[in-house]
């Protein structure tokens, strides 16, 4: 049985989660007495988006003061981490994390921030799944048939993410150890946008 939720009450709820964790830190009176900028990862449009402007919404109506979403795509959603982690530690500078949060510190030793040192969490928001998709054209419907496909043909597969260090990066990396199969990595559009700025 599929469950619905209103949306007031979804936006109400997530505000709920949010508030705690940073108001606890903070003057209940003072606090937030001017807008606060929400950091998104990644360009407009796609899911944490989405679910940044679900709770901007929710958290608005709540602290009524603006929460404004400031895009900061690149790298694998280093960009945008690094400025939540280089902020002050006053509460008006939010970010919204993925799985590349976790990633991105095995994959670049160097970064300009220490995820265990400079970056809080305040609550999990949502929770994503991965979906392998493929053009109804080509012959295969289920993971034994892709396989087998991959293996006969080892050059002819490429799959799209949307940054290196991503949870769908990483999980599409795996796919090209299968034996005999050489997938080949193909950006998002907005990923290409994203290394063109």
């Known amino acids: 049985m599929k469950q619905t939720f209103p949306r007031r009450a ?8 949010v508030a ?7 003057s209940l009176d003072a606090w937030p007495d001017k ?5 998104v990862p990644f360009t407009a449009g796609g899911p944490t988006d989405t679910v940044a402007r679900l709770i901007a919404t929710g958290l608005q109506a709540a602290w009524k003061q603006p929460v404004v979403i400031d895009y900061k795509p690149g790298a694998g959603t280093v960009l945008g981490t690094g400025i939540v982690a280089k902020s002050p530690a006053d509460g008006y500078t939010l970010g919204m994390a993925i799985t590349a949060l976790t990633i991105n510190p095995s994959l670049q030793p160097n970064l300009s921030y220490d995820t265990k ?3 809080v969490g305040v ?20 993971m034994p048939e892709l396989i087998a496909y991959a293996k006969k043909n080892p ?12 949870g769908t990066h990483r999980r599409a990396r795996c796919w090209r150890t299968w034996p005999a ?10 990923a290409r946008r ?3 700025t």
């Open 10 to 17: 979804v936006l109400a709820a997530l505000a709920a989660a």
């Open 20 to 26: 705690p964790g940073i108001a606890a830190a903070q």
């Open 35 to 39: 807008p606060v900028k929400l950091i």
């Open 117 to 119: 040192k400079d970056i």
């Open 123 to 142: 609550s999990q928001v949502a929770q994503a799944h991965f979906g392998l998709f493929a053009h109804p054209s080509q012959p295969f419907n289920t």
């Open 155 to 166: 050059q002819a597969l490429s799959f799209a993410t949307p940054g290196a260090g991503t």
């Open 181 to 190: 199969s050489r997938w080949s990595t193909c950006r998002t559009r907005a």
């Open 194 to 196: 994203r290394s063109r």
